[in-house]
């Protein structure tokens, strides 16, 4: 048993010595200076009626972003007046009981309505 154990160690050891002699790779060891300019594109700002997203970064989704004068009223007439004021706007109906995605999506508008089929809750893109 003595001989194996003594093979094994002697395995780990070398496996370490050649290990050893790699340089690590690291993220620092990456960085180069380049010659030539990298293009950025430049998003435009929030307008006034855009909503800021949570980390402070502009939302760029074009038109009204929220509707709070359409709570109470019928989801029909509610669907036709964000469809009016926002033509990218996507309407999805969130009835009792249905979970809301925490993803933004540019466009996506959720229109959250009781049984009835009337809006409770402030519509708003996201």
């Known amino acids: 048993?003595?001989?194996?154990?003594?093979?094994?160690?002697?395995?780990?050891?070398?496996?370490?010595?050649?290990?050893?002699?790699?340089?690590?790779?690291?993220?620092?060891?990456?960085?180069?200076?380049?010659?030539?300019?990298?293009?950025?594109?430049?998003?435009?700002?929030?307008?006034e009626n855009q909503v800021e997203a949570l980390d402070d970064f502009p939302i760029v989704c074009p038109g009204k972003q929220s509707w709070p004068e359409l709570v109470g009223q019928p989801a029909e007439i509610a669907i036709k007046i964000i469809e009016n004021e926002n033509p990218i706007a996507k309407i999805q109906l969130l009835f009792p009981g249905m979970v809301r995605p925490f993803n933004y999506v540019c466009g996506r508008v959720f229109l959250v309505v009781d049984w009835n089929v009337i809006v409770v809750k402030t519509p708003t893109m996201g």
């Open 1 to 47: 048993m003595e001989g194996k154990t003594m093979v094994k160690l002697s395995h780990v050891v070398a496996i370490m010595l050649l290990a050893s002699l790699f340089q690590p790779l690291m993220a620092r060891d990456l960085v180069f200076k380049m010659t030539d300019e990298i293009e950025v594109l430049r998003l435009p700002l929030a307008k």
